[in-house]
C-alpha cells in the first residue's frame, strides 16, 4: 500500500510538473508581446492626445491608418499567445484608432442641390508636372476653378500652349524660375486677387474671389505650407496655424493645395474645427492617398486636400495622376448651398 501511494504522488507531480510547464512558456512568450503592445498604446496616445511634435513623430503620424492595420494584427497576436495584458492594451488602441480613421471611409455622395462648382488641385512638382495632361483633365472634368502649386514660368508657359486659357480664361498666379513656392489659381470666371486675409508661412499661397454668374461670389485659398522635413517642421507647423479659419460670414471660403498634412495631424485637426470638412473624408474617399507618386511606390498618403466652410459640401471626390509630377491631382466637385 506504502508503494502504491508513493507511485501515485510520483504520478501527480510529473503530471503537475508537465501541466505548469506550458504556462511558465507562455508567460515567458507573452512578455514581448505585452511589450510591443505598450509600444502600440503610446503610439495611439500621440495620435489621440494630438502630442506629435519633431522631426520623427510630426511624419510618422502621417500612417496613423497603416498603424491602425497593424494593430489589428497586434491584437490577433494577443489573444493567440492568450495575453491578458496585452489584450486590454490592443483593445484599447485598436478602439481608438478605429475611431480616428473610420469616419474617413463612411462618407458617401452629398446633397446635389446648391450652385455647382468644380474644383482641381494638383502639385506640379516643381514646374514637371505633364501641362497636356492637366489641361485634358481640366476640359473632361469640366473645372471652374483650378488651384496649381509648384508653378514655374516654364509651366505656366507650357499650360498655356496646351489650351488652358481658352479652358479657364481668368488666372492669378505667383511662378518661380524654379523650386516649389510658385502658385497659381485659374477660373472660368473673373476673378480679382484678395490680399490681407492671412499671412502666409511658407511658399506662396494667393487668395482670390470668384465671381459666379448671378452676383454671387466664392473665395479661394490656394494652399502650399512647408513639407515637415527635420529643418522645417516648425516652420511647417506654423504655415497650417496661419491659414484662415472657416469664416461667419462673406462669400463661402475653399482651401485647395497640397497641404503637406494629413487628416492625423493635431494642427490639420484644428482648422477643420474652426468649421471647414475635408472633400474626400466627407464622400468615403478620406482614405485615398495622393503622394508619393512615381518614386517607385505606390501613393501613401492623402496630404493634397479641398476644404469647404459650412456653406458648401462634396458631391463627389475623385484623384488623378499627372505624369511628371510626385502628386496625384485631387478633383472635388461641390455644391454651393445658398
Not at 503537475?16 to 506550458?22: I, K, L, S
Not at 493645395?257 to 492625423?264: R, S
Request: glycine fraction near 10%; proline fraction near 9%.
Amino acid at each position: 500500500m506504502t508503494v502504491y501511494r508513493a507511485t501515485v504522488l510520483v504520478q501527480q507531480d510529473v503530471e503537475a510538473a508537465t501541466e505548469a510547464r506550458p504556462r511558465r512558456r507562455r508567460v515567458r512568450g507573452a512578455r514581448p508581446v505585452i511589450g510591443v503592445a505598450v509600444l502600440f498604446a503610446l503610439g495611439t496616445a500621440v495620435r489621440a492626445g494630438g502630442l506629435e511634435s519633431g522631426v520623427f513623430l510630426v511624419p510618422m503620424v502621417s500612417f496613423t491608418p497603416y498603424f491602425a492595420v497593424a494593430a489589428l494584427a497586434m491584437l490577433a497576436l494577443a489573444i493567440a499567445v492568450r495575453s491578458r495584458a496585452a489584450i486590454v492594451l490592443m483593445l484599447a488602441a485598436c478602439t481608438c484608432l478605429i475611431w480616428c480613421v473610420a469616419p474617413r471611409t463612411l462618407g458617401g455622395p452629398g446633397s446635389a442641390e446648391g450652385r455647382p462648382l468644380r474644383v482641381l488641385t494638383a502639385n506640379l512638382n516643381g514646374g514637371r508636372g505633364d501641362a497636356a495632361v492637366l489641361v485634358d483633365l481640366v476640359r473632361r472634368l469640366n473645372v471652374d476653378v483650378l488651384s496649381l502649386q509648384e508653378v514655374t514660368w516654364s509651366a505656366r508657359a507650357r499650360l498655356a500652349a496646351a489650351g488652358l486659357p481658352a479652358l479657364l480664361p481668368y488666372q492669378v498666379s505667383r511662378p518661380m524660375f524654379r523650386g516649389p513656392e510658385g502658385s497659381g489659381v485659374y477660373a472660368r470666371h473673373p476673378l480679382r486677387e484678395r490680399t490681407g486675409l492671412f499671412q502666409p508661412v511658407g511658399h506662396h499661397m494667393p487668395v482670390v474671389e470668384v465671381a459666379l454668374p448671378g452676383g454671387s461670389a466664392v473665395e479661394v485659398v490656394v494652399v502650399h505650407p512647408v513639407a515637415p522635413v527635420p529643418s522645417t517642421v516648425p516652420e511647417w507647423h506654423a504655415g497650417l496655424a496661419a491659414l484662415p479659419p472657416a469664416p461667419a460670414a462673406g462669400p463661402p471660403r475653399i482651401l485647395a493645395g497640397d497641404f503637406n498634412a494629413t487628416l492625423d495631424h493635431a494642427v490639420f485637426r484644428r482648422l477643420l474645427a474652426t468649421g471647414y470638412t475635408d472633400a474626400a473624408a466627407a464622400t468615403g474617399q478620406g482614405l485615398v492617398p495622393t503622394w508619393p507618386k512615381g518614386r517607385g511606390l505606390p501613393p501613401l498618403v492623402a496630404i493634397d486636400h479641398v476644404l469647404t466652410d459650412g456653406r458648401a459640401g462634396a458631391v463627389a471626390v475623385q484623384v488623378h495622376d499627372l505624369p511628371g509630377s510626385d502628386h496625384r491631382a485631387l478633383f472635388a466637385d461641390l455644391r454651393l448651398r445658398p
